[in-house]
């Protein structure tokens, strides 16, 4: 009996040993990546032009970062952001554009595709603008980021709305001062957006009551035309979202009351709330 209760014992300490070196082998950490390399097809200045819109332009290639761990290169896809932004904002820049790719080390942007990535910093049309473009790299989660060399290019983008750009532009809604109410002769001064240039509208100061709705109206006293979220109600980002022409949802307005600079853009089809 004295035996096997050693043998036992012996057993178990040399089962406990096995399982303590499976867990060293499986302690897997991060070794490391390589900085991706970006390159263009062409970096000579660009003018694009909407009578072209379906050619091809720049294509834009990167290469793997290599992630690797303990056990071995990394098997994981590796997530890639195309960042773009103007010269001298050291990508900063809150409008700065980001495409996202996975696993794909190449794209050529449309005519079409490069003029509407860049709308969305907002910059003046038919002026040449130095812009600036460079990847990051990433693992799931947005883990071990890895930065790109930074490739710039000269670009003039054209004028290029999502929607038909209207005369005029209020906001009515129960979050507004003014309530639902749509007068046709008598506008509220407050709720009438000023036309910035050929596709934006802002009102720098307005009021608005938390946790309520709104719209936007092209034509005063008219309900046939309005602008509005193409989703469930309440499910649209309270601090800006896409709109759409006769959409059924009325927007959600930010959750607190307060003063609000309100920007509509038609080029995106976006609005703004700050």
């Known amino acids: 009996m004295k035996n096997f209760k050693s043998l036992f014992i012996y057993s178990l300490l040399a089962g406990l040993l096995f399982v303590s070196c499976n867990n060293d082998d499986t302690n897997v950490t ?21 009578a072209q819109e379906n050619y091809s332009t720049v294509q834009f290639q990167w290469t793997n970062p290599a992630y690797s761990f303990s056990n071995g290169a990394s098997t994981q896809d590796v997530h890639y952001t195309l960042q773009i932004d103007t ?62 060399n930074v490739v710039k290019i000269n670009i003039s983008t054209y004028l290029d709305v999502v929607y038909p750009v209207p005369a005029h532009l209020y906001i009515v809604g129960d979050a507004t001062p003014s309530g639902w109410a749509n007068d046709s002769t008598h506008p509220d001064a407050t709720q009438t957006f000023t036309k910035v240039n050929s596709y934006l509208f802002q009102i720098d100061a307005l009021a608005l009551t ?46 607190a009351s307060g003063t609000y600079k309100i920007i509509v853009n038609f080029k995106t089809g976006k609005y703004s709330i700050q």
Do not use: C
């Open 30 to 50: 991060y070794v490391g990546g390589s900085t991706p390399t970006l390159s263009v097809s062409s970096a000579a200045d660009l003018v694009l032009s909407k």
């Open 210 to 255: 938390g946790g309520k709705q709104f719209l936007f109206i092209p034509v005063a006293g008219d309900w046939t035309h309005k602008y509005a979220f193409d989703a469930p109600g309440s499910t649209n980002n309270t601090s800006g979202d896409a709109f759409k022409p006769d959409a059924n949802s009325n927007f959600q307005g930010p959750g």
């Open 87 to 148: 010269t001298g904002s050291n990508f900063s820049n809150p409008k700065m554009v980001s495409l996202s790719y996975t696993n794909d080390r190449l794209h050529t942007f449309t005519v079409k595709e490069l003029n509407t990535a860049l709308s969305n910093l907002e910059l003046k049309d038919y002026y040449v603008h130095p812009f600036e473009f460079r990847i990051k790299a990433t693992l799931a989660n947005g883990k071990e980021p890895q930065f790109s």
